[in-house]
């Protein structure tokens, strides 16, 4: 099992993400599970900022 992690500052930049890297795998992979997630970290010692992350298990599908 391979795992793909993604993260973004934007809900949409996300997707946006997520969508380019299925587009390029998704017929070569079985997704087993999908976990996303939102937090905050502080940046330049005051400014705080949300990001967007996605964890994407999967199995490449063997070619044959």
Request: glycine share 6%; proline share 0%; hydrophobic share 35%.
């Amino acid at each position: 099992m391979q795992v793909k992690m993604v993260r973004a500052d934007k809900m949409e930049d996300l997707e946006a993400k997520v969508n380019v890297w299925l587009n390029d795998h998704g017929a070569k992979i079985d997704i087993e599970h999908t976990q996303t997630i939102s937090g905050s970290e502080t940046r330049d010692g005051a400014n705080q900022s949300t990001y967007y992350a996605i964890s994407i298990w999967y199995y490449d599908i063997a070619k044959g």
